[in-house]
Each structure stands twice: as C-alpha cells, then as structure tokens.
C-alpha cells in the first residue's frame, strides 16, 4: 500500500460520503497542502466547485450560498494563516447559526510547532466559535480508517446542520507527496452506498401540557404584541400569522423575520414602529402586559428601548437553537422549541379572540406612521430613505435583497414596509460586521435570482475583493451602492457632537471613484444622477446579465437631518391624534 | 464620581503609560464601541495616529510598522469581527516573533453572550497566538484602578518586546456613554511621571565554561558551515563574519539575514547555494562535520534537503527566543542564548585558524554558480529571474526590500546576490501568507524610504485594500508587479502534470487589468513593456512621489524553463569542474 493510495481512497471516501449527506456546494481556495483533497473534490461528479482567492471572501461567500440554501456549505483552504482569514466568517455563521463545514490542510504532526513553512497551529484555530472540532487522523485506508473517515463527515454535516446550526472545523494533516491517484469508480462505496449513517438530528419541543398552559395565560391577557426578529424557517410565517389572529396581538415584524413581505396577510404586522416608539405617548398608550418573541434582537434600537422599558411584562421567549438571545435582561419564560411547532400548538389550544382595543391602538398609529413616513417619497434629492421606502415597489417578484450593516439595515428597518411580493430579505446580523457582505451577497445571488444588494461605501471597500467572483464565475446582482464618503452611522451618534477628531476617526472619507473597481471586475457602472435617472437604470439592469453597480452619492449631513425631521413629524402627529383620542 | 470621568481618567492612565513605554504608532479602525479610547489616544501628543477602515490591512500595516522599527506597535478596533480581522497578522507577528499590542473593545460583561449587536467573544479570542492576554477591568478611576491600567499597560509593552518578541491582545469592556471627558492635563502623572514601572527584559546567556567548550568543539571541525536564516539583530552581521573569518567557516547567507548587503566584507558569503545544491557533486564534495545554525530556517528547499542529508553532522542551534526552528530533525545541540553575543563569546575563545580548504571549495563552487547565474543578464524576455539579478544594481543606497511570499521570496532567494549597499531585506515569513503584503510594506514604507516591494499578482490581489494607506497618507512605495496571470509557484510542483483540474484549482488565472484599481489609489501605473522600459521608468519613480506601481507581465510555463535550464546549466559547469578537480 502506497502513501498515495492510502490518501487517495481516505479522501475519496470522505468526499463520496460528504456529497450523500446533501452537501452540494465547496468553496475552495488555492494552495499547495490542499491539494489531495481539492482535486478528489474536483473530480466529484456531483459537487459544485466555486475557486476564491482571498480566503475571507471565499468564507463569506460560503456563507451566502449556505445562508440562501439552508443547507451546509464546505470550505477548504491550504495550511497557515489562509485558515486564519476565515474567522470572522466563521465567528458570523456561529451567531447567525448558519451551518458551515470549514476543512484545513495541515502539515503532518511531524512537521508541526518547528518552524516548518507556512505551519501554524491549527488545532482550535477558531477556538469556541465551533461546534465541533476534529483533529482528523492521518489518512488510511485500513477498512477502520475508511469508516471513520465516513463517520467523521457524517457527522460534520449533522452537528453543522442541527439546531441551532454552524460551523464545524476538520483539520487534515497531510504528508507529501500531495498527490491523489484519481481513477473510474474511486467515489464507489463498497458498502453502505446510500451514505454510511442516517443521522436524524429532531427539533425541540414541549409538552403538551406545557403549551395548553401557555397558551391558557397567553389568552389571559388583554394588550399583547408577537416581536419577531431575524428567522429564516420557513413555515413561520404562517404559523405566527394564525397565533396572531387568534390572540388578536399585533406582530412588530423586524426586516428580516420574513413577515414584511409575502402573500400572507398583512393585517396584524406592525412595521413602522422603528418611526413611531421614539414617541412618548405612543409608548404610553401601547403598554404590553406581555411580549412574545421570536428570532434574533430586533434590529431597531427604539423598539429595544421599549422592550427594556416594559420589564414588567411578562416576556415569553421562544428559542428552536436554546441560546440566549435576550440583551434585555426583560425574559420571564425562555422556551427551547421550534419556532413554527410552538405557535401552532398554542393555537390550537386556544379559543380566538374577537377583537381587541390594544390591538387596535396599534394599528391605528402604525397607518399614522406609515402616512408620515411617506413623505420621504416626494423628497427630490437622492436620499436613503426614500430609497429604501419605493424598493419594495421597484423590486422584482422573487427577489432576494441583501443588506448591508451600519445604516442600510437601520434605513432598512425604518422605510422598508409591508408588501404583498415575495421578496427575501437578507442580512450578516450575527456580529453586524462590514466585512464580508458583497461576498455574502455574492454567495446568495449564485443561487437565489434576482438578486439585489444594498449597502454603503465602507462597507463595499471592505469587501472589493469579493467582487472577484462575480467576474469569474459570471454572477447576476444589482448592488446599490450607497455613497455617503464615509462612515454614515456616526453622525447618528453622541461623537459627532466632538468635532475635533471626528472626520479622522469616524466620517473617514474615502474619496474613492468606485467606477475603476469595478471596472476592473468588468462590471456595468452607473453614477445615479436622480431619482428618474434611477428609475430607468434600475429598470434597464434587469435585463443586463453580470455585475451591475448604481451609486447612489448622499451627504451624511442631509441625511441625518431628513431622519431627524420625519422622525419629528411622526412623533408630532401621533402625539396630535393620542391627545386627540383622549380628549 | 459619574462614569464618564471613571472611562476617561482610566483610559488616559493607559494612554499616557503607552506613550511613556515607547510606543509611537497606534493603528486605529473605526468603530464605536472602541470610541473612547480612539478619541483619548487621538488626543495624545506623541502618538502617530494611522486610521484604516479595513482591520484585515490596518494589523499588516501595524506589523510593518513594528517590523521595521523592532518597537511595538499598538492596534486599536471595535467590538465584533472588527478584531477576528486581526487573526492573520497576529498569527505572523506570533511566528515570525514582530512585538505588537492588540486592543479590542468590547461590550460591557452584562452584554455578553445575549445575542447584543456587534457582540462576540472576544476572550481568549486569538488562543495561544499571542504572548499574554488580558480582560481588561472596566474602567474605574480609584487609585488602585489608575496603577493598575499603568502597569498592564507596562506589562504589554514588556511583554511584546521581551524575547522572542510577539503580539498581546487586551480587551477593553466599554459602556455607553463611550465620550470620554477631553481636558488640558488629562494625560499628566500625578506620580512617577517617568513611566509607572521600568521593566528590564534581559536576553538568554550561557556560561563561560559552555561557550569555551563550544568554541573547542568547533574549532576541531575542519569541515563547518555557518547557516544564516531570517534575523533581525543590528549588531548580528558583524559579529557572525568575524566569527566565521576565525573558524574559516562559510555563511551561507538567506536572503533574509541581512547578510547579502551591506558595508561589511564578503568574502565569508555563499549566497547561490539554492542553485549549486541541486547538483549531487556539489553535495558530496561539501558534505559538513559540522553546522551552526542562526535565525529562522532559510528559505530554500535545495538548501534544507542538504541539511536533512548531512543528519550526520552535529548541527548547533542558537535560538535568542528560546524556539524550535528546526523542521529537519537534525539538530544535536539547541543553544538558547543572544545570537550576537554567542558568536562575540565563542570568537573570543578561540584561536583563528589559517586556512581551510574545504572552505575554499564553497567558495570557488559558489562563484562557479554566480558565474553561470549571470546569464540571466542578457535574457532578453521580461523574466523574474533578471529581474532579482539586477535589483541589487538598481535598487538606490539605503533602500528597503520587501518581497512577497511563493515565487518571489524563492527567485529573490536564487539570483539577488550579495552586494555592499546598504539594503535592508525583508518579507513575512513567520507563516508565509500571501494575505496582508501590500499593508506590510506600507506600514515598511510609513517609516522607511525608499521602499520597493516585489510580488506576484495573487499576492497583490490579496491585499489590494492595503493601497488606500498609501492614498490616505501620501505614502511613497515602489511596487514590482510581476503578474504571470495567476499561481506560479504551482508550477514547480508535482500537480503541474495533473492538467485536468490544474488551472482551475492552481493556476487561477484572474486576467485583472490593475491599472484600474491603482487609478483608484490615485497612483502611477506603468506597464512595463521591455528592460530598457523598465529602466527608465525605475529611474522616474525615484523622483515622483506616492504610489507607483510597475507591472511586469511574464509567462508561468517559460519561467519554469528558465529556471529549470539554468540550473541545469549550473549543474553541468560544477560537475565537470568538481570531476576535473579530482583528475
């Protein structure tokens, strides 16, 4: 038995059993220690190779794909600090629980912690941001070693996929010579061809009894809201809607639980909250006696004010991934069950409502708010606001909309309303990074079309790198790309009242003509001049295949205070129409 | 006492204390949650702020700093995966021993692992690739609290510096309020206003009777070899000559060791061993009794088998960071101790012999190889090889070198021969990465001019985000693009005769026009079209100022043939050489 035949037959079984759990998609990055397994993988009829250079683009890009498909994505990358370049994706997909397997080439143990060429440590690189780390035994191909190397990955894939999902990191020590001997039939299994072990990974649930007494207090209550944040389940949607209309709660739909789009009723959603719970009186008049939440902490701050203000309440939790969501410090009950299993078996445990004076008040001030927010359509300057408050018009049935951190998420959140389209949103909200985003994007639109990306100039910089794909592997997406020269956040925080260091440490303008990038991508470049130029490029884009950038140039300045003046008007009108209704 | 005035007059003490410790440089990202301590260190009148948006950069650019200064150099970032961008350049300075402080700020203890945005954990967040971590107290203004940050603060920079030297990370707990309280005075020491704690870090030494026992031993070899890898010490090159001219020992000198230039004499310097010790005549005919090993290991492979194939020879290591550099299990004698005074100690314990004829075979050997390299001279091609050949010529006294990892480092290694200007060398060997190069070199080119950086086209693609350093700071740097369209390297390799996945998985070509992002830079592009172009535009370069990049574009297949016939060439001279010797 040769070296070769050992590594080649360790690989292939790894490589067979990997594509019979469901993995579809590897994200490889070139290097000389990767070898063996990137041409075993390679040669794999049914896997789909996607090359990338810089590391932390390939891993962000990876993270798309397995965000966009749900399904577990493989990444490998040679040894040294290429692994190190994949942590803050790893670290992303560990919060917002999105499965990735992560391989490393290593050097052989011998060659370890002695000054060989390009040999790190690698053993936890990526420390307790894992699920699961193996130190893979050297390659074999005894019929035990064969089994392991089956098993391992069988349960890569499982321990990356189960609730709540993420990353799982195996470390390949490989000796030279790195070459595989590639021949028919390699991927054949000798035994257990339909993959070595079925591994059933189940959700979390409750008792029965559990859910008939809460449902039981939940319907005790007068004034309740649903909070639903980030979730990408699938079947919530409905199910939550259906709670809803039998507790008669208004659900405050962040932009990423998928309830602000869709076919469903958009009766109960609540989604101009971020506008109007800076609001006083609204605050006061909309009191909850208890709070039910979904999915990650919301994104806006105002309804996260509002949540710690109301501790008082008794706050239900509901948690398929049994984490700790909950910066708060306001939960009463934290339930370890499936999202969509927990709202249809309260349910059906409860009598319905007929109506609701709370509910009601709600609705009521969210249409107030909505009415105010709509100004910003007739504003005649570029702005974010309106932007993001005609996109849900503008927007192709069907589209995915990724967006980037910072301000797109909060201009996201504040303009971005209820629409009966089908329509995806999408964002990095595990660690709200600017790294890494138009690889994300990226990775979703080589799936998910039409594909539409939204963020700012910081971030785009961050990430130029990831743009590579789109020229290499000829992606569709349309990135509106919001230039505001600078970090535009921090004019919305305490340190733009000292100007001394401002510019230099937070505005930190980059004066950068975007145009040269991506041509060099061989992208489509479009400087937006207004909103009817807008109109027509967005619209000419949807029939154009490739990379297509529109830059939208804003002031940070003006934008700070058309936030500030529409947050004012809604605030002045609703106080108007609660005193009103007082009165 | 209100918390604003705890956080200022805390973090002001570290500040303050940072100064005094010596640390000039302080590379700062922009971030929130890290406002107050960006803000106070902005505010310092001795510290050198550089402000990068990109944090994967802004830790190559604080390297090159400290890398060129051999002082520390402070790295400053928010909370998040802002600071899993750091996980590279941290990994280098661990491995290739460069003294930097990394201070992340984080969220507040109450905010930790609550799914709070922008919240990861950050303890331990770069395991055992740094040299002392700390969870810094949150900020109190007491008298103990203020002692305290002052001497953490002295701990770190004694830390990083202390041999081997390498990277600390602090972590900052932050809570809002993040504005601290600037004010006339905020930096002065009530007491020792000097520094709080003067920490004397000693390096390793052996005793006499040892140094006297091993200056016997060598003196009895008749045949010894001197092997220089990368190393840093200024007073090392003297001392290391002067001992070899007493032994009559060869050095032969990585292009990393400061040894291939300089003022000093050498005649003691082989320096195209990577071509001569490919030929087995030469390896018989040069078999040593004895090796002394200084620095990390060298850069060639040729060099490294020959090492391996002599396991007979003792073989001395002197280690001044107490490490374990030494991939080929052939070491007998490990030698913790200062690299420089172990050679001034075992110089002065010996008598000099006269002559050595096995020295003189190294040394007619070694001519008879730098002949037959200067044929690369009159190639008339764009080629790397004449192009490292001619770089000693060309490069302007007093210049700094930084050569980018895979071909470079091995080309350079090859055919840039010694040379009595004064030209300092340097490349990122700790982990060998093709990540963060450019901001390495910048951060090089901030404290050291004139500067050149040679590197390949995946490399400078890697970290083209480094180049708005060079836009935002003026920053004069020479770049040597030598673009073969992809990974070169691979070629030398055993993959090379597997065409079927090869240019996909290895030679990634990625058919960039840089002229564009440079014009983005603000920089000077220029393609080179022939030598006498090449020379010319060199020569402009020196007078303009800023970023100028020359791209000089070569074909992978026929650099693998020119390096392969040369060294067959050489090969073919030493064999009929040695055996006409022997006749």
Chains 1, 2 share one sequence.
Request: proline share 5%; charged share 25%.
């Amino acid at each position: 038995m040769t070296h070769q035949e050992d590594l080649t037959a360790y690989i292939a079984a790894f490589v067979a059993e990997l594509s019979k759990t469901g993995v579809k998609d590897v994200v490889i990055s070139p290097g000389s220690r990767s070898t063996p397994m990137a041409m075993v993988m390679s040669e794999h009829p049914d896997l789909r190779i996607h090359v990338q250079v810089d590391e932390r683009s390939a891993s962000f890009f990876a993270l798309g794909i397995a965000k966009a498909t749900s399904k577990p994505v493989a990444l490998l990358c040679t040894s040294g600090t290429a692994a190190a370049n994949y942590y803050p994706a790893v670290i992303e997909a560990s919060i917002s629980r999105v499965p990735l397997i992560v391989l490393t080439a290593d050097r052989p143990h011998e060659l370890r912690d002695v000054g060989a060429p390009q040999a790190i440590d690698q053993i936890h690189l990526y420390g307790k941001n894992v699920k699961w780390f193996v130190e893979m035994a050297p390659p074999e191909k005894t019929e035990d070693m064969i089994r392991y190397a089956r098993t391992v990955c069988a349960r890569a894939t499982a321990t990356a996929s189960s609730y709540p999902a993420g990353p799982v990191h195996l470390n390949f020590p490989f000796r030279e010579p790195l070459i595989p001997i590639m021949g028919e039939g390699m991927f054949e299994l000798v035994d257990r061809a339909g993959g070595y072990v079925d591994i059933q990974t189940g959700h979390l649930s409750l008792s029965d009894e559990t859910f008939e007494r809460i449902g039981q207090e939940l319907i005790s209550y007068r004034k309740g809201i649903i909070v639903c944040g980030q979730i990408d389940s699938s079947e919530f949607a409905d199910e939550v809607i259906a709670l809803a209309d039998k507790l008669k709660f208004p659900i405050i739909a962040d932009p990423l639980s998928q309830l602000r789009s869709g076919a469903h009723d958009g009766h109960y959603i609540i989604d101009a909250y971020d506008a109007f719970l800076r609001n006083e009186d609204a605050k006061e008049s909309l009191k909850p006696e208890v709070i039910i939440r979904f999915g990650a902490m919301p994104v806006s701050k105002a309804l996260t004010i509002f949540i710690k203000e109301n501790r008082n309440a008794r706050q239900f939790i509901v948690d398929s991934g049994a984490g700790w969501r909950e910066p708060s410090m306001s939960a009463s009950d934290m339930l370890y069950c499936d999202e969509a299993f927990f709202c249809k078996q309260v349910k059906s445990s409860v009598e319905p409502k007929n109506d609701s004076a709370y509910f009601d008040k709600w609705f009521a001030v969210n249409n107030l708010a909505k009415d105010q927010l709509s100004a910003v359509s007739i504003v005649e300057e570029l702005s974010e606001g309106k932007l993001f408050h005609q996109l849900a018009e503008m927007l192709p049935e069907g589209a995915t909309l990724f967006v980037g951190n910072s301000m797109p998420i909060r201009d996201l959140d504040s303009f971005f309303l209820f629409n009966n389209k089908k329509i995806k949103v999408m964002a990095n909200r595990g660690a709200n990074g600017i790294d890494g985003v138009v690889s994300t994007a990226l990775g979703v639109a080589s799936v998910s079309q039409p594909c539409y990306l939204v963020l700012g100039d910081l971030t785009f910089y961050h990430d130029l790198n990831g743009l590579l794909a789109a020229k290499l592997y000829n992606l569709d997406i349309n990135i509106l790309l919001i230039n505001n020269n600078g970090g535009g956040i921090f004019s919305f925080l305490p340190q733009a009242n000292e100007p001394k260091h401002f510019e230099k440490l937070f505005g930190t303008p980059l004066d950068l003509d975007f145009r040269h990038v991506v041509e060099m991508y061989k992208g489509k470049y479009d400087l937006i001049k207004d909103w009817s130029h807008f109109s027509t490029v967005f619209a000419e884009n949807q029939i154009v295949e490739g990379l297509k950038v529109m830059e939208i140039q804003t002031i940070r300045d003006r934008n700070l205070t058309e936030h500030r003046d529409l947050w004012k008007s809604v605030s002045r009108e609703i106080t108007t129409k609660l005193k009103g209704d007082i009165q």
